[in-house]
């Protein structure tokens, strides 16, 4: 089982619409989470972190589900320019961490 | 700010030859990482320095690979002798806060490595 695992997609959705990825990880010493966005042939980018109690920036959702190993990333109002691949990212450990990248969830918005 | 600086952009080299890829970090910050990046195997990480001292080089494929930071403004990733194996999107990473969480990374903008 891989420690990080995301649904590839792709999901292809309307301009306008709300579209919701998860991500669960196997390990329970995580504790950092974050979402990554990342362009084609560009680099990751940092999107948002999430935070136990979740977080909201714009259109943009996190939430932690720690009992249930699981964070997910919420986007309403989609846009074209929202399509890219939206990667999940978990830090392991506090001193001598780990960070685990998952292998991204490819989002095509569509006029 | 100018962010992580890589060089070059891309790099096309014959097996067998030696590569040198560079990375300057966003000064202040005190974690590098180095990255590859592949269709098949998504994001690698190769080895990751805390203020300049190698932390975690489990990643590093094999003798081939080698990677120094001589100063907290610059880092090297070598592959010698390069195979086509090698071929991918190299990236390196700046953070702040060392190893501790709650840290996300800004990631510079690639090295496209073929070996031909």
């Known amino acids: 089982r891989k420690e990080v695992e995301q649904d590839p997609g792709p999901f292809n959705v309307p301009e306008g619409a709300t579209v919701a990825f998860n991500c669960t990880y196997s390990n329970s010493a995580s504790q950092s989470f974050f979402w990554y966005r990342q362009d084609c042939r560009k680099e990751p980018k940092l999107l948002m972190s999430v935070y136990s109690s979740g977080n909201e920036d714009g259109r943009f959702t996190a939430q932690l589900n720690r009992a249930s190993q699981y964070i997910s990333l919420l986007i309403r109002d989609s846009k074209l320019s929202d399509s890219a691949t939206y990667l999940c990212v978990v830090k392991i450990g506090t001193g001598g961490f780990k960070t685990i990248f998952g292998a991204g969830t490819r989002l095509f918005v569509k006029a | 700010d100018a962010g992580v600086i890589q060089s070059p952009r891309h790099e096309v080299t014959e097996m067998g030859q030696e590569v040198t890829l560079r990375c300057k970090p966003i000064s202040g910050h005190n974690s590098l990482f180095w990255y590859r990046q592949t269709m098949m195997r998504g994001l690698e990480l190769l080895i990751y320095?805390?203020?300049?001292?190698?932390?975690?080089d489990s990643g590093m494929p094999e003798d081939r690979f080698s990677a120094k930071m001589p100063n907290a403004s610059f880092s090297t990733l070598k592959i010698q002798p390069s195979e086509p194996r090698d071929s991918a999107v190299y990236f390196c990473?700046?953070?702040?806060?060392?190893?501790?969480?709650?840290?996300?990374?800004?990631f510079g903008s690639g090295t496209r490595l073929t070996v031909v």
């Open positions: 990473a700046s953070s702040t806060g060392g190893d501790r969480g709650g840290y996300g990374y800004t």
């Open positions: 320095f805390n203020n300049n001292v190698p932390i975690d």
